[in-house]
């Protein structure tokens, strides 16, 4: 039987309803954060500092992180995971309650949801690939499913899901966001368990943290990869620092347009991770990647150039089709030819330089529009974005990624203790 006419396993079911769930949870969250902090002080740096706070754990403690999960057990890490951070929602929820909620509260609870996450998503990512044999067909579609629903659920229902349990009390969506990841731990628990990778031998953790990003830098095609979003993030959040600014004084848009702009852009982002696997077959997964780089660079030209919201509108969607596609298809192939004792310090690796350059792109982007005017950092970020593209479609050509998953393929089974490590060329680098 050939991997297109393969099934995903059952436990994928669980796992897509785990994270489908936490996802709507998560999307309320995001919504009820800024609105709960907002309702305690109108000082814009510290609305920052809760925001921001989501973010420090990545930038602190990802490569760490990944070495961690990489020596304890995935699905364990998750559902313990998501157990504490439904018990630690708890906490707002019952000072929300009690009228004792305060900033620095919620700062330090939006850090450990952070912190939470990190390991989540990282054991999710090392699982997944287990779960299916690795099997870049099967990891595609399951990447698909995962991102679609991900998307639908933080990205459309659940903002304003968070906006209206907000108006029945403060605690209420800090409840209903507990309630999803106690949810998603049960089913997570409830998952197969998987053979853990061999064991390596007993380093420092520093030392197997620093492996592991040594590993992402080392090979062309993983840092390739990994500079996509990287890069990405810099020229995207140049775009969000002054894209209500833009929407406001360029298009004549009011808040509720604004609205419906943002959904444009997550619809086109559902569609993208549809079809992601057809660009993958049809195109070959480096020149669909390529492709749908060169779509985002050129869609953020058509917004800043656009005369109407309906073109903007539509330039947005673009965007998200591109983004959507590219969100499957990379952490697809970096599942397939990752061994999979590695793949939680890949992983976050990969996740900390995306999350490290997102503030570049937001000073980038304030600092444009002060000094040029409000479109510029939107011409900036399309340069960006398609300057990438062309230094990164050697690295990540159907080539080199035919060739690493040639190198991948199990002999003595899918995770050999001799590590099948893809040089530049995709072949066994020496232990």
Not at 84 to 98: E, G, H, Y
């Given at each position: 039987?050939?991997?297109?006419?393969?099934?995903?396993?059952?436990?994928?079911?669980?796992?897509?309803?785990?994270?489908?769930?936490?996802?709507?949870?998560?999307?309320?969250?995001?919504?009820?954060?800024?609105?709960?902090?907002?309702?305690?002080?109108?000082?814009?740096?510290a609305?920052a500092?809760?925001?921001?706070?989501?973010?420090?754990?990545?930038?602190?403690?990802?490569?760490?992180?990944g070495?961690?999960?990489d020596?304890?057990?995935?699905r364990?890490?998750?559902?313990?995971?998501?157990?504490?951070?439904?018990?630690?929602l708890a906490?707002?929820?019952?000072a929300a309650?009690?009228?004792?909620?305060?900033?620095p509260?919620?700062?330090?609870?939006a850090?450990?949801l952070?912190?939470?996450?990190?390991?989540?998503?990282?054991?999710?990512?090392?699982?997944l690939?287990?779960?299916?044999?690795?099997?870049?067909?099967?990891?595609?579609?399951?990447?698909?499913?995962?991102?679609?629903?991900?998307?639908?659920?933080?990205?459309?229902?659940?903002?304003?899901?968070?906006?209206?349990?907000?108006?029945?009390?403060?605690?209420?969506?800090?409840?209903?966001?507990?309630?999803?990841?106690?949810?998603?731990?049960?089913?997570?628990?409830?998952?197969p368990?998987?053979?853990?990778?061999?064991?390596?031998?007993?380093?420092?953790l520093?030392?197997?943290?620093?492996?592991?990003?040594?590993?992402?830098f080392?090979?062309?095609?993983?840092?390739?990869?990994?500079?996509?979003?990287?890069v990405?993030?810099?020229?995207?959040?140049?775009?969000?620092t002054?894209?209500?600014l833009?929407a406001?004084?360029?298009?004549?848009?009011?808040t509720?347009?604004?609205?419906?702009?943002?959904?444009?852009e997550?619809?086109g982002?559902?569609?993208?991770?549809?079809?992601?696997?057809?660009?993958?077959?049809?195109?070959?997964t480096?020149?669909a990647?390529?492709c749908?780089?060169?779509?985002?660079?050129?869609?953020?030209v058509?917004?800043?150039?656009?005369?109407?919201?309906?073109?903007?509108?539509?330039?947005?969607a673009?965007?998200?089709?591109?983004?959507?596609?590219?969100?499957?298809?990379?952490?697809?192939l970096r599942?397939?030819?990752?061994?999979?004792?590695?793949?939680g310090?890949?992983?976050?690796?990969?996740?900390?330089?995306?999350?490290?350059?997102?503030?570049?792109?937001?000073?980038?982007?304030?600092?444009?529009?002060?000094?040029?005017?409000?479109?510029?950092?939107?011409?900036?970020a399309?340069?960006?974005?398609?300057?990438?593209?062309?230094?990164?479609?050697?690295?990540?050509n159907?080539?080199?990624?035919?060739a690493?998953?040639?190198?991948?393929?199990?002999?003595?089974?899918?995770?050999?203790?001799?590590?099948k490590q893809?040089?530049?060329?995709?072949?066994?680098?020496?232990?």
């Amino acid at each position: 039987m050939t991997s297109d006419a393969r099934k995903l396993p059952t436990g994928f079911g669980r796992l897509w309803t785990a994270q489908t769930v936490s996802s709507l949870g998560d999307g309320v969250s995001h919504a009820a954060m800024p609105l709960l902090a907002l309702t305690l002080t109108r000082d814009p740096m510290a609305l920052a500092v809760v925001t921001a706070a989501g973010t420090l754990p990545w930038l602190l403690f990802g490569v760490l992180g990944g070495a961690l999960v990489d020596r304890w057990d995935r699905r364990r890490t998750m559902w313990v995971a998501d157990a504490a951070r439904a018990v630690l929602l708890a906490i707002p929820a019952a000072a929300a309650a009690l009228d004792g909620l305060s900033v620095p509260l919620l700062a330090a609870v939006a850090f450990l949801l952070g912190l939470g996450g990190l390991f989540f998503d990282t054991a999710a990512t090392a699982y997944l690939p287990d779960l299916l044999g690795r099997d870049p067909v099967l990891l595609e579609r399951a990447n698909s499913r995962l991102r679609g629903a991900q998307t639908a659920m933080s990205g459309f229902a659940g903002p304003p899901a968070g906006s209206a349990l907000l108006a029945l009390g403060r605690a209420v969506p800090l409840l209903a966001d507990a309630v999803s990841f106690l949810f998603s731990a049960l089913l997570v628990r409830s998952l197969p368990a998987v053979p853990r990778p061999a064991p390596e031998a007993r380093e420092s953790l520093l030392r197997q943290a620093r492996a592991g990003a040594s590993y992402v830098f080392r090979n062309r095609l993983l840092l390739g990869l990994a500079l996509r979003p990287a890069v990405g993030n810099i020229a995207f959040l140049a775009v969000e620092t002054v894209l209500a600014l833009f929407a406001h004084d360029r298009l004549g848009i009011d808040t509720y347009g604004f609205g419906l702009l943002l959904t444009a852009e997550a619809a086109g982002g559902l569609l993208g991770a549809g079809i992601a696997s057809a660009l993958g077959r049809r195109l070959g997964t480096g020149t669909a990647l390529t492709c749908t780089a060169a779509v985002e660079g050129l869609a953020i030209v058509g917004l800043a150039s656009a005369p109407n919201p309906y073109v903007a509108g539509l330039a947005l969607a673009v965007c998200g089709a591109g983004m959507g596609a590219t969100m499957v298809l990379a952490p697809s192939l970096r599942q397939a030819i990752v061994p999979a004792h590695l793949m939680g310090r890949v992983a976050s690796t990969s996740r900390m330089l995306a999350m490290c350059a997102a503030p570049i792109g937001a000073f980038l982007g304030g600092w444009l529009a002060t000094a040029y005017g409000v479109r510029t950092p939107l011409y900036a970020a399309a340069a960006l974005l398609l300057t990438m593209t062309a230094l990164t479609a050697t690295m990540t050509n159907n080539r080199r990624i035919e060739a690493a998953l040639r190198a991948a393929a199990p002999t003595d089974g899918p995770d050999h203790p001799a590590s099948k490590q893809p040089t530049d060329e995709g072949t066994p680098a020496p232990s």
